[in-house]
């Protein structure tokens, strides 16, 4: 790999966007800590933001994984939708055949990883064995899933799980909400994975440049195989929380997380064309977006604004990263000749 260590700096991921995406949180915080100081700094208000935003970390996380390797997964919410279902079959089945809670639970997760392993796969042969792109690889996986779920529950929700179950979405230990820990968790695996893995430098490799990547020793195709295996996996995750959370589930489920994941990706300092990204930077993205979202729900905002907030949202920061990339562009094309001339 040689010459390829060249970025292992640069993906310490000194990224001077997390600073202001730091400022941008504090600041948020500050203006509805001063507009609605009882409500938005109450401790009901704070404990429910950290146990609202988790399954949708998690896609967050997935979509994230697959942007950097210059992809992106449509589907992620309807591997959701599908393993979900599956999930809540078995769960809503074992009250009625007296399984035991702790069997029916275990098989569930069990059942959950192994079918978002397989709509992974799928995802990951059609994009890097036929080289279908990812963007429509995923959208036509995206409505398979779906119609798979629809079908299974002809479109009615399933509810009724073990008590047991329930706990991973409702409960909290010392204070802090289960499924915000499990998420906490997850994040710290995938910047391990990132950081510290050669999967993960092999990701950012392959995003930055496949031809590169290719020549320089590594295996696009496996990369991009496991990528969205993992990325399936984190999506099945997150219908884990999904379900305990609410004690049921129905296809079309948390569909509005396809769009605030793609924000926050986008939000959090991960490059659209591959190559460049960072937890800690998705993470102050979902922060942001939960604290809008929960000042919004305070002020009694309809869902229908806060879908436009969203998709402006999106566009906006799309416009500025492009902008300020083409600002940078410039720069580094100025100081090139400036450094020709004063050679010369």
């Known amino acids: 790999m040689g010459s390829a260590v060249f970025s292992l ?14 400022i941008i949180m504090i600041s948020i915080v500050l203006v509805m800590s001063i507009a609605m ?12 933001m950290a146990s609202q935003f988790p399954e949708f970390g998690f896609l967050a996380l997935a979509m994230m994984l697959a942007m950097i390797t210059g992809g992106i997964d449509l589907s992620v919410v309807s591997i959701a939708n599908l393993t979900g279902v599956i999930a809540a079959m078995i769960l809503s089945g074992s009250l009625d055949n007296g399984m035991p809670d702790g069997t029916a639970i275990f098989l569930a997760i069990v059942v959950i990883i192994a079918i978002s392993t397989l709509c992974g796969l799928m995802n990951g042969a059609l994009i890097a064995f036929i080289g279908v792109p990812p963007i ?9 899933f779906m119609g798979i779920a629809i079908v299974l529950t002809k479109g009615h929700s399933i509810s009724g799980f073990p008590e047991q179950f329930m706990v991973i979405g409702n409960n909290n230990f010392l204070g802090i909400p289960i499924s915000f820990i499990l998420f906490i968790f997850a994040a710290f695996l995938v910047s391990t994975l990132l950081t510290r893995t050669k999967q993960g430098f092999s990701m950012f490799m392959v995003g930055s440049s496949p031809v590169v990547s290719r020549f320089s020793g590594v295996n696009n195709t496996k990369v991009l195989i496991i990528t969205y295996m993992t990325t399936a996996i984190l999506a099945g995750l997150a219908s884990v929380i ?20 793609i924000l926050v990706v986008v939000l959090g300092g991960v490059d659209p064309d591959g190559g460049f990204g960072n937890v800690p930077g998705l993470i102050m993205g979902i ?6 979202q929960s000042g919004l729900n305070i002020l009694a905002f309809s869902p229908f604004f806060k879908k436009f907030m969203w998709g402006f949202a999106l566009l906006l920061v799309m416009v ?6 083409k600002r940078n562009d410039k720069k580094k094309i100025l100081q090139k000749k400036n450094n020709i001339v004063v050679t010369e």
């Open 9 to 22: 700096k640069r993906l310490k991921f000194k990224n001077p966007k997390n600073k202001v995406l730091f």
């Open 37 to 48: 100081p009882s409500k938005f700094l109450s401790g009901i208000n704070i404990q429910s």
């Open 136 to 144: 429509l690889a995923t959208l036509g996986t995206q409505g398979l």
């Open 242 to 261: 999904m379900i305990s959370r609410v004690n049921s589930m129905r296809p079309g489920y948390g569909t509005v997380y396809l769009l605030q994941a």
């Open 287 to 292: 922060f942001i977006l939960q604290l809008t």
């Open 320 to 325: 500025l990263n492009h902008l300020l990339q």
